[in-house]
């Protein structure tokens, strides 16, 4: 039964669009895919390699930035950001990594963080290429209706996860672990943990970077200040993951069902007003404290507890 | 597992069905940053198209019907601001879309309106561009950041004659656009421009880039800024000592009366453009402004203004419009011509805007600690400070 249950929730999602939902709902499931690829690539960096990163936005600004640029200054269709934000990105998170993975711990943390930041700055302040902070703005969108974005988004996201799943039970995937575990003992195997923290690196980088490109396209508005997001981006990308469950498969996805979907729907309760961000911080809260691996990592406790009881280390 | 899938798709169908209601009232959700930092601003808009509607409603609604008012925070999110509107378009079949603040925001509203040919009123976004892009149902109620420093710009003139001038702004789009103008409108004057430099919004020391506009002793130093930064640029200039013939603001966080709450002594004698003031002299501004310090405490901002009035250009055109379609109501917008507390209300296409209204933009001076009106003359509620003392001599 277990080994149906991506191929149900691919038809599920397939079929999603042909049930007759408004846009809105639509946009909620593009939004929701789009984050639940951008949690796997994070995952396969932070979640199995262990290298966490803080800095996601750098490469989901980059890869927007890249179909933007194309639109603005070449003139050519956004939508060919999404090949080429996989080789820009590439190139840049192969640099970003030449600094940043020399680090370790809290200090490649911070180190991540920083170049989300610089990359923000940069981008304000390179006018000419960027627009600075009067952002890139699409004349028109290629599609008004919902069902060629979600697809696209769905490709991407399927497409991300065979990856993910062909990545992690292949070789790579062990060596990922063995850094994660000990660095220094997976190094002393003869593990050459700096490339291969850098493949992690970068192939995180170009999803995230395919990802910003969608969004670029789909939303038709970047700025500096929405696609470099520290909080926007990059810590609601480790929310996804530590929410849904750090190194698991099903955990991105279900992350980002709690952060898109329920966060929205929390927030449309009219009678909370402002206070809805309160409510939803202390879910998120609950849900740290009580299942510390996450929805999908504490599955079993859940099964047993039904969300409320001991917890076991 | 059939069922596991059934109850699956219901949990989601409930999640998003539980939140609509349809009754004989017209309802309107206003999309706002209502969290965050621009949340001070959600709360003036708020308010006022409350006040707004109460009003509409004591008169009898709109074509009988009573008004009802929702609002949606959007966190000045722009993927979020979307999803509302998609939501109020699709679902709730809402004829008009008024709202959002941030200029980020309303342009991702106003692409998806214009996508899904929806009347879109912005009420007080400043960013050029939004009625710049050939759209057919974007509206715009307030005047484009461009024209924002106009009556600030007749007071210089008049009364500065500066020779210099140094602009600081913070980095978004309203902050950039506004100061790229500003330095426009400068050169033609023959005002030479010493410095431009953003900062980062939210930032909470500006000494350093103070230090540099200090060391260049500029007659004007000109600041766009939100709220927050505002007050402490201000108050940082203070501490420095820094002295110029006039310090100059670009509305937004100038404009409210938390800047001088926030500021206290060291936003005497700022001047700021503006877009109302509660001094001026149209047809129930003042009504207005009374009645919202009466049940807040404080004078309401323009952008409470200009959201007062939207509620009321879009009563205007939802009686004058034949039916409540798309078509019409952008056919009955056009046709605008009104007076409201916001000023006359006229919908043109000029100097490349579409469907844009202009109003006179005002500068204003805080004098013992009020927001006076002070130019154009016309509509003054105060003379003019000018010059104004050196830190130094202040008490």
Redesign the interface.
Known sequence: MKKFYPLITLAVLLVLPLLGFSTYVMHIFILLLMWATIGMSWNLLSGYCGQVSFGHAAFFGIGAYTAGILYSKAGASPWLGLPLSVFVVGVFAFIIGLIVLRLRGPFFALATLASGEVFRVSAENMDWLTNGTLGIMLQKRLWVSKEPYYYIILAIAVATFLLMKYLISSKLGYFFVAIREDQDAADSLGINTTLYKTIALVVSGMITGVAGAFYMNYMGYIDPHIVFALHDVSIITIMIVMVGGVATQWGPFVGAVIMVMLQEAVRSIGSLGALHQAIFGLLLIFIIIFLPNGIVGDFGKIKRFFGLGRVRA | ?RKA?TS??FT?LF??GA?FAYAEDLNLTIPLP??GTQ?KFGEIQKRSYEIAAAEINAKGGIKGKTLVL????S?A????A??IV??L???QKQPIIIGEYTS?CA??VA?VSE??KTPYMVVVSG?D?ITQ?NYKYVFRLNSPNANYADGLLGFMQAVVKPKTMAILHE???F???GADEMAKHAEALGIKVLLKE?YEKGAVDFKPVLTKVKSLRPDVVYMVSYVMDAALLMRQIKELRLDANLFAGGAAGFAIPEFVDNAKDASEYVVTSTLWSPQVKYKGSKEYAEKYKKMYGDYPSYHGAAAYAALFVAKDALERAKAWTPEDIRAAMKATKMQTAFGNVQFVDKNGYQNQNFIPTLALQVIKGNHETIWPKTMASAKYLYPMPKWRQRK
Do not use: C, H
């Not at chain 2, 999110?77 to 979020?80: F, L, S």
């Open positions: 597992m899938i699956a798709l989601v999640a998003f939140m209502l969290t949340a929702k609002f949606e925070d966190g999110k722009p993927e979020v979307r999803g998609e939501k378009i699709d679902v980020a342009k991702a692409a996508e899904r960013a561009d892009q980095s978004s789009d902050g950039t656009s953003k």
